[in-house]
């Protein structure tokens, strides 16, 4: 059983920066992407970024091309989330997903495991 802890969440000003981490434990050979979502309150979860565990194709949400960055570390069963620029709008709650299925990679609906998430609040 795979399990995912994300970590590096924290309170930053706009236009600061942050990294998220998320650490798989367990049998990842499965894994298909590795996604970034986030939710704020009252809102709909929503897709950040996704990266192919086998390859280096990634894609992000239009709201954060050019701002956020995913990367992953297979050696270290490691997903990072590079965030630059911040918006007070990005605060909320930002999860580490995992699909073992192709396609639907911005569907939070498709994902087959979660982390526990972890906060991150931007401050105006």
């Known amino acids: 059983q795979v399990q995912l802890v994300e970590s590096g969440g924290g309170l930053v000003q706009a236009g600061g920066s942050l990294r998220l981490s998320c650490a798989a434990s367990g049998r990842t050979f499965s894994t298909f992407y590795m996604g970034w979502f986030r939710q704020a309150p009252g809102k709909e979860r929503e897709f950040v970024a996704a990266i192919r565990w086998s390859g280096d194709s990634t894609y992000y949400a239009a709201s954060v091309k050019g701002r956020f960055t995913i990367s992953k570390d297979n050696a270290k069963n490691t997903v990072y989330l590079q965030m630059n620029s911040l918006k007070p709008e990005g605060t909320a709650v930002y999860y580490c997903?995992?699909?073992?299925?192709?396609?639907?990679?911005?569907?939070?609906?498709?994902?087959?495991?979660w982390g526990q998430g972890t906060q991150v609040t931007v401050s105006s």
């Open positions: 997903a995992a699909r073992t299925g192709s396609g639907y990679y911005s569907d939070y609906r498709r994902y087959d495991l």
